[in-house]
C-alpha cells in the first residue's frame, strides 16, 4: 500500500467514449438502402387482366423491402447522434460533479493537515512522538475521509503511519520507507501540496504538509483523504448508464452493418481478396457466391479472367523455370564471386565463389544488407560508389581494394547498375569481385626481379667499360703488367656477367614449368663428382673439404643434373664464405622410420664460415639477396640459393638451414627413395610451414 500511495500516478478520467467512426457503417447501409427499381408492367392493347394474389404479395414486399431500407438508415443515423449527445452530456456532467468534489476534498484535507500539523509540531520538537501517535489515532478514527497518516523526518524517512507504524514495515518488508514528495522538494510553511492518485476503491486525494516550529522544518505529514462514496455511487450509475445508452446504439449499427455485409459488402470484399490473390500470382483464385443480376456477371467475369491467367501461367512456367535454371546455372558456374542487389543493397542472388571469398559459406545471407555483412575497411570503399550508382551519378565503378580478412588477398570490384528496359528506374545493382592477389604478386615481383637485374647487371657493365676505355685511352702510356691487370679485372667482370646470365637462364628455366625426367639416382656419385670439381678450388683457399656418407646408400628419385646443380651452388656458396683454415663437410646418410623401416635419404652440406644472422636467414632464399656482414668482398649474383630452392621443390621437398655467426652454416634435404611405382612418400605429410626435412632434427 506504501508503494501505491507514494508512486506519482496520474489522475484518471472518466472512460474514454468509443472513437468507433459511424460514418463508415451508415455509409454501407445507404448503398444497402439504394432503391431496387421495380419493372412496370408492358403496355399492351390487350385488356387488363387481373393480378393474382401470389403477384400483389410480390409487389408489396418489393416495396415494403425498399421503405424498410430507407427507414433504417434514417433512424439508425436518428439514434446515433442522438445518444452521442446524450452520453457527451452525461459524461461532461459527471465531470463537473467529479471536478467540484475533488476541489473540496482537497481544501478539507488541508486544512485538516493544517490543524494536525500544528497540533503535532510541539510534540515532534519535543520528541513526544507516543503522545503523536495518540493524537493521530484520535484524527483517524474521528472521521471515515481519512484513509492514512505518515509522518516523515526531514530526510523524508518514514518513522510513523496509521493504519501501519514504521516497525511493522521493517518487520514485514525488511526495508526502510522514503516519502516521494511532489517535486522532490519539501511543502512551505502554510503551504500544503496535493497529489492525487487511483486506487481499485477511486481516487484517492494526497496532502502533504510542513511540520514547522518556531521556523525550524521538522518533517512532513501525509495525509490520504478517500473519496466521498455517495458521489462514487452516483457517479458509477451515471457512467453505466451512458455505457448502456452507447452500447445500444452499436448494437443496432452492428445489426445494420450485417445486414448490408450479406447484402453488398460481403461480395465486394470477396472480389477484392480474389483480385488481391491474382495480384499476388495465385491464378487459381475462384469465386463462387450465390447472387444474381448484375453482382453475378461481376463474379463471371472475374472468374474467367482467373482461368485464362492460369492457362497462359501454366504455358510460360516451364520456359520461365527453364531460364532461370539457366541463368543460375550460369552464374554458380563463374570462377569469380557474383552478388546481385536490390535497389535497396539488400543481397537477392550470389554464388558459391561469393561465399568463399567473404567467408559466407553457411551463414543466410539473402535479403540481408550487403554492407552489413563486408568488412570494415571493404565497406567504407564501396558505400560512396554504390551511392552515386543508384541516385545515377554514374553508369559503372571499378575497385581495387587490399583485404585483410577472412584471408589477405587483393581484389578487383566491378559494379555495374541493373535498370528496367527504359533505363529509367534502377532495379539492381551487379558486383562482380575478381581475386587479382596472384596477379598483384607476379607483377611486384615482376618490378623487383628488373630492378634487382638491371643493378646487378650494370654493376659488372660498368666495370668493364671502365676498364676498358682506360685501356683505349692511356693504353700506350701504362706498362704491361698494368695493361695486364686491367685485363684481368676485365675478364674476371665479364666471367661474373657470365654466371649471373646462366643463373638467370636457370632460374628463369625452373620456374617456366619445363618438364624434367625424374629417375633413379645414385647420390653419392652426384656428391663424388661436386667434391672432385671443387677440390682445387677449396685447397687453393686452405680449405679442408671432407665427406661422411653411409656405404649403400639406396637410388633416390630425382634428376641427376639438376641434383648436381643444387650440390654445386651448396658447396661453392660453402668454400666462399669459410675462411683459411676452415672445414667443409658433406654429409649423407639413411634415414629411417620408427619400425626401420626406409624413409629418405638426407644430404647435408656444413662448413665453419662466418654463419648467418637470424634476420637473414628467412629471406636467405630470395632472389639476389646477398649476406652484407664483412662480406663486401665476395661476389656472386645472389641466385644460387634461389635455384636450390627451386630445384628442391621439383623433388617434391625443401632446403632447410641451421647457422650462427662466427660458428657456421649448415643446409641440408631429404630425398625421397625410388621405387618402381615412383618415389616413395614420406610417413607424414609436411605443413605448409614446416617441411619434412625439418621434423627429424634428431
Given at each position: 500500500?506504501?508503494?501505491?500511495?507514494?508512486?506519482?500516478?496520474?489522475?484518471?478520467?472518466?472512460?474514454?467514449?468509443?472513437?468507433?467512426?459511424?460514418?463508415?457503417?451508415?455509409?454501407?447501409?445507404?448503398?444497402a438502402?439504394?432503391?431496387?427499381?421495380?419493372?412496370?408492367?408492358?403496355?399492351t392493347?390487350?385488356?387488363?387482366?387481373?393480378?393474382?394474389?401470389?403477384?400483389s404479395?410480390r409487389?408489396?414486399?418489393?416495396?415494403?423491402?425498399?421503405?424498410?431500407?430507407l427507414?433504417?438508415?434514417?433512424?439508425f443515423?436518428?439514434?446515433?447522434?442522438?445518444s452521442?449527445?446524450v452520453?457527451?452530456f452525461?459524461?461532461?456532467?459527471?465531470?463537473?460533479?467529479?471536478?467540484?468534489?475533488?476541489f473540496n476534498e482537497?481544501?478539507?484535507?488541508?486544512?485538516?493537515?493544517?490543524?494536525?500539523?500544528a497540533?503535532?509540531?510541539?510534540?515532534i520538537?519535543?520528541?513526544?512522538?507516543?503522545?503523536?501517535a495518540q493524537?493521530?489515532?484520535?484524527?483517524?478514527?474521528?472521521?471515515?475521509?481519512i484513509?492514512?497518516l505518515?509522518?516523515a523526518?526531514?530526510?523524508?524517512?518514514?518513522?510513523?503511519?496509521?493504519?501501519?507504524?514504521?516497525q511493522?514495515?521493517?518487520?514485514?518488508?525488511?526495508?526502510?520507507?522514503?516519502?516521494?514528495?511532489p517535486g522532490?522538494?519539501?511543502?512551505?510553511?502554510?503551504?500544503?501540496l496535493?497529489?492525487?492518485?487511483?486506487?481499485?476503491?477511486?481516487?484517492?486525494t494526497?496532502?502533504f504538509?510542513?511540520?514547522?516550529?518556531?521556523?525550524?522544518?521538522l518533517?512532513?505529514?501525509?495525509?490520504?483523504i478517500?473519496?466521498?462514496?455517495?458521489?462514487v455511487?452516483?457517479?458509477?450509475?451515471?457512467?453505466?448508464?451512458s455505457?448502456?445508452?452507447?452500447?445500444?446504439?452499436w448494437?443496432?449499427?452492428?445489426?445494420?452493418?450485417?445486414?448490408?455485409?450479406?447484402?453488398?459488402?460481403?461480395?465486394?470484399k470477396?472480389?477484392?481478396k480474389?483480385v488481391?490473390e491474382?495480384?499476388?500470382?495465385n491464378?487459381?483464385?475462384?469465386?463462387?457466391?450465390?447472387f444474381?443480376?448484375?453482382?453475378?456477371?461481376?463474379i463471371?467475369s472475374?472468374?474467367k479472367?482467373?482461368e485464362?491467367?492460369?492457362?497462359y501461367?501454366?504455358?510460360?512456367?516451364?520456359?520461365?523455370?527453364?531460364?532461370k535454371?539457366?541463368l543460375e546455372?550460369?552464374?554458380?558456374?563463374i570462377?569469380?564471386?557474383a552478388i546481385?542487389?536490390?535497389?535497396?543493397?539488400?543481397?537477392?542472388l550470389l554464388?558459391?565463389?561469393?561465399?568463399?571469398?567473404?567467408?559466407?559459406e553457411?551463414?543466410?545471407?539473402?535479403?540481408?544488407?550487403?554492407l552489413?555483412?563486408?568488412?570494415?575497411?571493404?565497406r567504407?570503399?564501396?558505400a560512396r560508389?554504390?551511392?552515386?550508382?543508384?541516385r545515377?551519378?554514374?553508369?559503372?565503378?571499378?575497385?581495387?581494394?587490399?583485404?585483410?580478412?577472412?584471408?589477405k588477398?587483393?581484389?578487383?570490384?566491378l559494379?555495374s547498375p541493373?535498370?528496367?528496359?527504359?533505363r529509367?528506374?534502377?532495379k539492381?545493382?551487379?558486383?562482380t569481385?575478381?581475386?587479382?592477389?596472384r596477379?598483384?604478386?607476379?607483377n611486384?615481383?615482376?618490378a623487383q626481379?628488373?630492378?634487382?637485374?638491371?643493378?646487378?647487371l650494370r654493376?659488372?657493365l660498368?666495370s668493364?667499360?671502365?676498364?676498358?676505355?682506360t685501356?683505349?685511352e692511356?693504353g700506350?702510356q701504362?706498362s704491361?703488367?698494368?695493361?695486364?691487370?686491367?685485363?684481368?679485372?676485365a675478364n674476371?667482370?665479364?666471367?661474373?656477367?657470365?654466371?649471373?646470365v646462366?643463373?638467370?637462364?636457370?632460374?628463369?628455366r625452373?620456374?617456366?614449368g619445363?618438364?624434367?625426367?625424374?629417375e633413379?639416382?645414385?647420390?653419392?656419385?652426384?656428391?663424388?663428382?661436386?667434391?672432385r670439381?671443387?677440390?682445387l678450388?677449396?685447397?687453393?683457399?686452405?680449405i679442408?673439404l671432407?665427406q661422411?656418407l653411409?656405404?649403400?646408400?639406396?637410388?633416390?628419385?630425382?634428376?641427376?643434373?639438376?641434383?648436381?646443380q643444387?650440390?654445386?651452388?651448396?658447396l661453392?656458396?660453402?668454400i666462399?664464405?669459410?675462411p683459411?683454415?676452415?672445414?667443409?663437410?658433406?654429409?649423407?646418410?639413411?634415414?629411417?622410420?620408427?619400425?626401420?623401416a626406409?624413409?629418405?635419404?638426407?644430404?647435408?652440406?656444413?662448413?665453419?664460415?662466418?654463419?648467418?644472422?637470424?634476420?637473414?636467414?628467412?629471406?636467405?632464399?630470395?632472389?639476389?639477396?646477398?649476406?652484407?656482414?664483412?662480406?663486401?668482398?665476395?661476389?656472386?649474383?645472389?641466385?644460387?640459393?634461389?635455384i636450390?630452392?627451386?630445384?628442391?621443390?621439383?623433388?617434391r621437398t625443401?632446403?632447410?638451414?641451421?647457422?650462427?655467426?662466427?660458428?657456421?652454416?649448415?643446409f641440408?634435404?631429404?630425398?625421397?627413395?625410388?621405387?618402381?611405382?615412383?618415389?616413395?612418400?614420406?610417413?607424414?605429410q609436411?605443413?605448409?610451414?614446416?617441411?619434412?626435412?625439418?621434423r627429424?632434427?634428431?
Amino acid at each position: 500500500m506504501v508503494a501505491t500511495v507514494f508512486s506519482r500516478v496520474a489522475i484518471g478520467s472518466m472512460p474514454p467514449v468509443s472513437t468507433a467512426e459511424p460514418a463508415e457503417p451508415v455509409a454501407a447501409t445507404a448503398e444497402a438502402a439504394s432503391p431496387e427499381p421495380v419493372p412496370p408492367a408492358p403496355a399492351t392493347s390487350e385488356p387488363a387482366q387481373v393480378e393474382s394474389p401470389l403477384g400483389s404479395l410480390r409487389r408489396w414486399w418489393a416495396r415494403w423491402k425498399y421503405k424498410l431500407r430507407l427507414e433504417t438508415q434514417l433512424l439508425f443515423v436518428a439514434t446515433l447522434v442522438v445518444s452521442l449527445v446524450v452520453s457527451s452530456f452525461t459524461f461532461w456532467a459527471v465531470s463537473t460533479v467529479q471536478q467540484d468534489a475533488r476541489f473540496n476534498e482537497a481544501r478539507f484535507g488541508r486544512d485538516l493537515g493544517l490543524l494536525l500539523a500544528a497540533n503535532v509540531a510541539p510534540l515532534i520538537a519535543e520528541e513526544r512522538l507516543g503522545e503523536v501517535a495518540q493524537l493521530s489515532r484520535q484524527y483517524f478514527e474521528s472521521t471515515s475521509s481519512i484513509r492514512y497518516l505518515l509522518y516523515a523526518d526531514p530526510e523524508g524517512n518514514i518513522y510513523y503511519g496509521i493504519p501501519f507504524s514504521n516497525q511493522e514495515v521493517k518487520t514485514s518488508l525488511s526495508l526502510a520507507r522514503r516519502m516521494q514528495l511532489p517535486g522532490n522538494r519539501p511543502p512551505a510553511e502554510g503551504q500544503p501540496l496535493v497529489r492525487a492518485h487511483l486506487t481499485p476503491a477511486g481516487r484517492v486525494t494526497d496532502i502533504f504538509v510542513g511540520i514547522y516550529h518556531q521556523g525550524r522544518f521538522l518533517g512532513t505529514l501525509a495525509l490520504g483523504i478517500n473519496p466521498n462514496p455517495a458521489l462514487v455511487r452516483s457517479t458509477q450509475l451515471a457512467r453505466e448508464v451512458s455505457i448502456g445508452v452507447f452500447l445500444a446504439v452499436w448494437v443496432l449499427a452492428i445489426l445494420g452493418a450485417v445486414v448490408n455485409a450479406l447484402t453488398i459488402t460481403y461480395p465486394i470484399k470477396e472480389l477484392v481478396k480474389g483480385v488481391q490473390e491474382i495480384t499476388k500470382g495465385n491464378f487459381k483464385q475462384r469465386i463462387d457466391l450465390p447472387f444474381g443480376g448484375e453482382l453475378a456477371q461481376l463474379i463471371d467475369s472475374f472468374n474467367k479472367m482467373a482461368e485464362r491467367l492460369q492457362s497462359y501461367e501454366e504455358q510460360n512456367i516451364e520456359e520461365l523455370a527453364a531460364a532461370k535454371a539457366k541463368l543460375e546455372t550460369l552464374v554458380f558456374s563463374i570462377v569469380d564471386a557474383a552478388i546481385l542487389l536490390d535497389a535497396e543493397f539488400r543481397v537477392l542472388l550470389l554464388n558459391p565463389a561469393a561465399s568463399r571469398m567473404f567467408g559466407w559459406e553457411g551463414e543466410p545471407v539473402l535479403g540481408k544488407p550487403l554492407l552489413e555483412l563486408l568488412p570494415e575497411d571493404l565497406r567504407q570503399q564501396l558505400a560512396r560508389p554504390l551511392t552515386q550508382i543508384a541516385r545515377g551519378d554514374q553508369e559503372a565503378e571499378e575497385i581495387r581494394v587490399n583485404l585483410t580478412s577472412p584471408t589477405k588477398r587483393v581484389i578487383r570490384i566491378l559494379l555495374s547498375p541493373v535498370s528496367d528496359p527504359r533505363r529509367q528506374n534502377l532495379k539492381g545493382i551487379v558486383i562482380t569481385v575478381q581475386d587479382i592477389t596472384r596477379e598483384a604478386e607476379l607483377n611486384e615481383a615482376k618490378a623487383q626481379f628488373i630492378s634487382n637485374i638491371s643493378h646487378e647487371l650494370r654493376t659488372p657493365l660498368f666495370s668493364i667499360k671502365s676498364f676498358i676505355e682506360t685501356l683505349y685511352e692511356y693504353g700506350e702510356q701504362m706498362s704491361p703488367q698494368e695493361r695486364l691487370d686491367y685485363l684481368e679485372i676485365a675478364n674476371r667482370e665479364t666471367d661474373r656477367l657470365t654466371r649471373l646470365v646462366n643463373d638467370v637462364l636457370d632460374l628463369s628455366r625452373l620456374e617456366s614449368g619445363k618438364q624434367y625426367h625424374f629417375e633413379a639416382v645414385d647420390i653419392s656419385a652426384v656428391i663424388e663428382q661436386t667434391l672432385r670439381t671443387h677440390h682445387l678450388q677449396a685447397r687453393d683457399k686452405g680449405i679442408l673439404l671432407r665427406q661422411f656418407l653411409d656405404p649403400d646408400l639406396p637410388p633416390v628419385w630425382g634428376n641427376y643434373d639438376l641434383l648436381l646443380q643444387v650440390m654445386t651452388n651448396l658447396l661453392s656458396n660453402a668454400i666462399k664464405f669459410t675462411p683459411s683454415g676452415g672445414t667443409v663437410t658433406v654429409h649423407a646418410h639413411l634415414v629411417v622410420r620408427p619400425d626401420g623401416a626406409p624413409q629418405a635419404v638426407r644430404v647435408a652440406v656444413a662448413d665453419t664460415g662466418i654463419g648467418i644472422a637470424p634476420e637473414d636467414q628467412e629471406r636467405i632464399l630470395e632472389r639476389f639477396f646477398r649476406v652484407e656482414n664483412r662480406v663486401h668482398t665476395l661476389e656472386g649474383t645472389g641466385l644460387g640459393l634461389a635455384i636450390v630452392r627451386n630445384i628442391l621443390e621439383k623433388h617434391r621437398t625443401r632446403i632447410c638451414l641451421e647457422s650462427k655467426l662466427e660458428q657456421g652454416s649448415t643446409f641440408w634435404f631429404d630425398l625421397h627413395l625410388y621405387t618402381e611405382e615412383g618415389p616413395l612418400e614420406f610417413e607424414d605429410q609436411p605443413a605448409e610451414t614446416d617441411p619434412p626435412s625439418c621434423r627429424w632434427r634428431q
